[in-house]
């Protein structure tokens, strides 16, 4: 699922300074987003192997001959381009967002696997959420302004789902405030 909400704010914010960051507390608000995975590990090696049986059977005409050894190249190349592929799709998919709210903080750390983590900390009094119907790199693109920044969440997530996520994250703040 791509939408994980580990904590929801669901009522009325406790007394000021509960949810306090400075005093350690847990966060009112706890959120980790994920691209969508279709193919799990197991399915990643069932469909390789039948990739490859597939690939080899037209070779089978070409056993004793010195045909095969100049197919036979190009086979393993196009098995391995397909596995490289997917692997990357795998690593790829693996970029996970959390979002941690606080009375007095809001966290926004990225975890990406191909590149170095990424942070974004303010104090959510000052935070806007932004939907951005057009004119972003995708449909409904979603920021979060705040702390003299403005960072991108879930643009992975398809545009439904970003302009759901906006309206959730906007009720959220006000609550806090």
């Known amino acids: 699922m791509p939408v994980e909400w580990l ?63 100049g197919v036979l190249p190009f086979t393993a190349l196009a098995l391995w381009a397909i596995w490289a592929a997917l692997r990357r799709n795998a690593r790829d998919g693996a970029l996970v967002e959390e979002l941690r709210l606080w009375s007095d903080h809001i966290r926004l750390d990225r975890i990406d696997p191909n590149g170095p983590d990424k942070h ?16 972003g790199p995708v449909d409904n693109y979603l920021t979060l302004k ?19 996520l906006e309206a959730d994250l906007d009720r959220a703040l006000r609550r806090l405030r």
């Open 7 to 69: 904590k929801r704010l669901d009522k009325a914010p406790e007394p000021p300074g509960a949810l306090s960051h400075a005093e350690g507390a847990a966060p009112a608000l706890h959120l980790r987003l994920r691209p969508h995975r279709s193919l799990r590990p197991e399915g990643f090696v069932i469909f390789i192997a039948i990739t490859g049986a597939l690939i080899l059977v037209p070779l089978l005409a070409l056993l004793g001959t010195m045909a095969l050894w």
């Open 120 to 135: 974004w900390e303010a104090n959510p009094y000052w935070v806007r959420v932004r939907l951005h119907p057009e004119g």
């Open 146 to 164: 705040g702390g003299g920044r403005e960072v991108e969440f879930g643009a992975f997530l398809t545009p439904e789902e970003r302009k759901g």
